[in-house]
């Protein structure tokens, strides 16, 4: 059963915009009660944090995207989204959801597949 699901990343030029939704399996969890956060993955590179958005409504930016991306979420629909605005070739990476902490399935932190954002010129 997939937990989580990525979805609308895609290639788009410098300076251009994309959103990203996150559906969460109400079977897991319901975001009402959980933190769910953004992270993305360039080759190469560890996972890194790039937004995230509390059970309650309050919002965090790491420091590259704040001013840029915008994280938010439909309850109603147990989806968490990221507006990405004004992209830059550096925010090209692999953009995975979770809740926080992540979940975790027979023992294993368990991710989804993660949506490809590719941005170049």
């Known amino acids: 059963q997939v937990q989580l699901v990525e979805s609308g990343g895609g290639l788009v030029q410098p300076g251009g915009s994309l959103k990203l939704s996150c559906a969460v399996s109400?079977?897991?969890?319901?975001?009402?009660?959980?933190?769910v956060n953004w992270y993305r993955q360039p080759p190469g590179k560890e996972r890194e944090l790039v937004a995230g958005i509390t059970s309650d409504g309050r919002t965090n930016y790491g420091a590259s995207v704040k001013g840029r991306f915008t994280i938010s979420k439909d309850n109603a629909r147990n989806t968490v989204y990221l507006q990405m605005n004004s992209l830059r070739p550096e925010d090209t990476a692999v953009y995975y959801c979770?809740?926080?902490?992540?979940?975790?399935?027979?023992?294993?932190?368990?991710w989804g597949q993660g949506t490809q954002v590719t941005v170049s010129s």
């Open positions: 979770n809740t926080r902490p992540p979940l975790q399935i027979n023992g294993r932190q368990y």
């Open positions: 109400e079977s897991i969890t319901l975001i009402n009660f959980v933190d």
